[in-house]
């Protein structure tokens, strides 16, 4: 089809006329930049009719991609390749990726689209050496920018195919730090909050809920899921009973219910943490009673969850078996919720008055020891 009959049948698409009347006038006056811009909006818009972004490129765009800047083609160009057959995408984008091969950042978006088709073709096995190139690539760009988006989306959709929750609960939470949620749907969002949120509980190397916990998407799986976002302000405070409250909720999600005994080891490690964090470092020599009480296990089980928690860094200390006594010197950090940061905020202000109350001490004692 020559472009002046393109751009006659375009202007007749249905609320479509004065854009293309726009965009015939951009490109016979070469304004190739106002163009660029122009064309990178319309093709993010949708919905556009089956097979009309595939058109508009192969009949419009090509006739001038070479003086499109390469990152703004990749945009245009993975926005086309959603519309066209999925046996064909793939070539599309290798083809594209040729185009824009002297620009890393356009390189960098269009190799992790690809990544991303070849996950959902179940072809995994060269998927982590590209991974592995991009982080490459991605370390060289310095500051974060929206480019490192796309390398963590491909990233974490990777780890969730192999299962691998502790790496996919990482590089989720960096993904989002890439990007600007409200360009999500309320469905991505819920879906992505979902996911995470699932990792978060069952990755048996994450016991730091606060991030996930203070971020806004947290706000989209309140309205479609609200249990499971108590059940995680559940385990960020390590309370079993309210796991066992909810436990009618989350036995019906195979994945929890399938891991029941890893999930309440978890729940009852974060007792201990904020076990520990709730006390002053001067009072934290807690006899095993009452951490058993304030895990829910049997006293006889106390000691293998310290050694369990001494040897996954989260806490440090030590086990005096002769008085059934547990000596804890220090907590992992966490993200504080603002319970947690409430808690702080007393023990600061206890700590404040005991040291006041010292210094007056020493003041009243100092012509003493000057006299001594």
Same mark, same amino acid.
């Given at each position: 089809?020559?472009?002046?009959?393109?751009?006659?049948?375009?202007?007749?698409?249905?609320?479509?006329?004065?854009?293309?009347? &726009?965009?015939?006038?951009?490109?016979?006056?070469?304004?190739?930049?106002?163009?660029?811009?122009?064309?990178l909006?319309?093709?993010? #818009?949708?919905?556009?009719?089956?097979?009309?972004?595939?058109?508009?490129?192969?009949?419009?765009?090509?006739?001038?991609?070479?003086?499109?800047?390469?990152?703004a083609l @990749?945009?245009i160009?993975?926005?086309? &390749?959603?519309?066209?057959a999925?046996? *064909?995408?793939?070539?599309f984008?290798?083809?594209?990726?040729?185009?824009?091969?002297?620009?890393?950042?356009?390189?960098?978006?269009?190799?992790?689209?690809?990544?991303?088709?070849? /996950?959902?073709?179940?072809?995994?096995?060269? /998927?982590?050496?590209? /991974?592995?190139?991009?982080?490459? $690539?991605?370390?060289?760009?310095?500051?974060?920018?929206?480019?490192?988006?796309?390398?963590?989306?491909?990233?974490?959709k990777?780890?969730?195919?192999?299962?691998?929750?502790n790496?996919?609960?990482?590089?989720?939470?960096?993904?989002?730090?890439?990007?600007? !949620?409200?360009?999500?749907?309320?469905?991505? *969002? *819920?879906?992505?909050?979902?996911?995470?949120?699932?990792? @978060?509980?069952?990755?048996?190397?994450?016991?730091n809920?606060?991030?996930?916990?203070?971020?806004?998407?947290?706000e989209?799986?309140? $309205? @479609?899921?609200?249990?499971?976002?108590?059940?995680?302000?559940?385990?960020?405070?390590?309370?079993?009973?309210?796991l066992e409250?909810?436990?009618?909720q989350?036995?019906?999600?195979?994945?929890?219910? +399938?891991?029941?005994?890893?999930?309440?080891?978890?729940?009852?490690?974060?007792?201990?943490?904020?076990?520990?964090?709730?006390?002053?470092?001067?009072? +934290?020599?807690?006899?095993?009673? *009452?951490?058993?009480?304030?895990?829910?296990?049997?006293?006889?089980?106390?000691?293998?969850?310290? $050694?369990?928690?001494?040897?996954?860094?989260?806490?440090?200390?030590? /086990?005096?078996?002769?008085?059934?006594?547990?000596?804890?010197?220090?907590?992992?950090?966490?993200?504080?919720?603002?319970?947690? !940061?409430?808690? $702080?905020?007393? #023990?600061?202000?206890?700590?404040?008055?005991?040291?006041?109350?010292?210094?007056?001490d020493?003041?009243?004692?100092?012509?003493?020891?000057?006299?001594?």
């Open positions: 089809m020559a472009l002046h009959e393109f751009f006659e049948k375009a202007k007749h698409l249905p609320n479509e006329g004065n854009n293309w009347a &726009s965009f015939e006038d951009l490109y016979n006056r070469k304004l190739w930049h106002q163009l660029t811009l122009a064309l909006k319309y093709v993010k #818009r949708g919905p556009h009719p089956p097979g009309h972004l595939s058109e508009v490129y192969n009949t419009f765009i090509s006739e001038f991609d070479h003086r499109i800047s390469p990152l @990749a945009g160009g993975l926005a086309v &390749s959603d519309d066209i999925v046996e *064909q995408r793939i070539p984008l290798n083809t594209l990726e040729t185009k824009v091969s002297n620009q890393n950042e356009a390189k960098i978006k269009i190799m992790a689209k690809v990544g991303m088709l070849r /996950i959902d073709r179940g072809e995994l096995g060269e /998927i982590e050496d590209l /991974i592995k190139n991009l982080e490459q $690539m991605v370390d060289k760009l310095g500051e974060v920018t929206p480019v490192h988006g796309s390398f963590y989306e491909l990233s974490a990777f780890y969730k195919a192999k299962g691998d929750y790496n996919f609960y990482r590089d989720s939470l960096r993904y989002l730090g890439c990007i600007d !949620i409200n360009n999500l749907t309320s469905k991505q *969002q *819920q879906e992505h909050a979902f996911h995470i949120g699932l990792s @978060a509980l069952l990755g048996d190397k994450v016991y809920f606060g991030e996930l916990l203070a971020h806004p998407l947290l989209a799986l309140q $309205m @479609a899921c609200p249990w499971i976002v108590e059940l995680l302000r559940a385990f960020n405070r390590g309370d079993m009973n309210k409250q909810l436990q009618p989350w036995k019906q999600q195979p994945d929890l219910a +399938r891991n029941e005994v890893a999930l309440k080891q978890k729940c009852a490690l974060l007792g201990l943490m904020e076990l520990t964090f709730n006390r002053a470092s001067s009072n +934290r020599s807690i006899p095993f009673a *009452q951490v058993a009480e304030a895990v829910k296990l049997p006293v006889g089980e106390v000691e293998l969850l310290v $050694m369990k928690a001494i040897s996954l860094n989260l806490v440090k200390g030590s /086990i005096d078996e002769v008085d059934k006594v547990v000596n804890l010197t220090w907590v992992q950090p966490r993200v504080l919720d603002l319970q947690q !940061i409430a808690k $702080m905020n007393e #023990r600061i202000q206890d700590w404040a008055a005991v040291v006041e109350e010292t210094v007056k020493v003041e009243s004692q100092i012509p003493e020891l000057l006299c001594n």
